[in-house]
């Protein structure tokens, strides 16, 4: 057990799948994994292992926000061993280029986040996926018909900014998408020597002010959950 999780022992897997939002480990444990056994729900934070093409796959919800998520990958990675993760999550478009519905798979995460300046004590790190994990995602991706897109993401403290225009210093040094939690699971698999990558659907666009609908979410987070689980057994 650790603080934030009560699995015992062995009930995690070495590979894992971390949605931000509790409801869609639920979702995913019900729907792709053979035997699903729940084995966390302190803060509703619900966690479930099954199967998956026969191997051992965990999914775990972590909220959202560096916070948040910086808890659930210590333990996970500290206390139980986790070897691989992957977040799937949702991301807002900072580009033209970057559609909604699209795939992202994020090489890397610049951050505005108080916790790399705190680690760093001011100075700057690069959070980086996996260079294994990249190119399985992309090549899983491609075979199922996806034309993901691959490049650098922010991770931002804020979902509610001061300044309206923050995004677009971002989107001028090249970020695809804006989400708050991949620079810090980057960071972690780094400290831990252990495998990350993060996949995200685009929900909404700051360029365009459109947004996917609950509906159209679902679909296209289904689709790519396909490839992430495909990947994290991979
Ligand atoms: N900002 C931050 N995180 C997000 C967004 C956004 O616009 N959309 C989805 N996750």
Redesign the pocket.
Known sequence: MSIHITAKNGEIADSILLPGDPLRAKFIAENFLENPKQYNDIRNMLGYTGLYKGKKVSVQGTGMGIPSISIYVNELFRDYGVQKAIRIG???AIREDVKLRDLVIALSASTDSGANKIRFGGRSYAPTASWRLIKAAWDIAQAKGFSPKAGPVIS?DM?YTENPDDWKLWAKFGCLA???ETAELYTLAAKYNREALCMLTI??S?VTGEATTPQERQTTFTAMMEVALETVVS
């Open positions: 949702t991301a807002g931002s979902f804006v989400e708050m929900s909404d700051l």
